[in-house]
């Protein structure tokens, strides 16, 4: 069981990312699929949320408007586009896939919005 993420860096404040999460080992559309992220000194948020068939979407209300979560279950395979980046964004950006009962987390890609 695997999810890898990518695509994170650094980006001026005003710009965009695009992170991706590669899932691997496990039905993928089974799994409702989130993002969190994790500033220094600060607890793991959850950032956005995606239903197992994409049918539903959430967002924490700091990235509303500006993110959008979405998944292509064909390839096990989910994104977080970023948009309007502030540093306030900046932190490390963990993928999760979840059902009642397994919980799978990537290792994190780094995302910092600096000038």
């Known amino acids: 069981v695997q999810l890898v993420e990518s695509g994170g860096g650094l980006v001026q404040p005003g710009g965009s990312l695009r992170l991706s999460c590669a899932a691997s080992?496990?039905?993928?559309?089974?799994?409702?699929m989130s993002w969190y992220r994790q500033a220094p000194g600060k607890e793991r948020e959850l950032v956005a949320f995606?239903?197992?068939?994409?049918?539903?979407?959430d967002y924490a209300d700091s990235v509303k408007g500006r993110f959008t979560i979405s998944r292509d279950n064909a390839y096990s395979m989910g994104y977080l586009q970023m948009n309007s980046l502030k540093p306030e964004d900046t932190g490390v950006y963990y993928c999760?896939?979840?059902?009642?009962?397994?919980?799978?987390w990537g290792q994190g890609t780094q995302v910092t919005v600096s000038s």
């Open positions: 995606i239903a197992s068939t994409g049918g539903s979407t």
């Open positions: 080992g496990f039905t993928f559309s089974s799994y409702v």
């Open positions: 999760n896939a979840q059902t009642w009962a397994n919980t799978y």
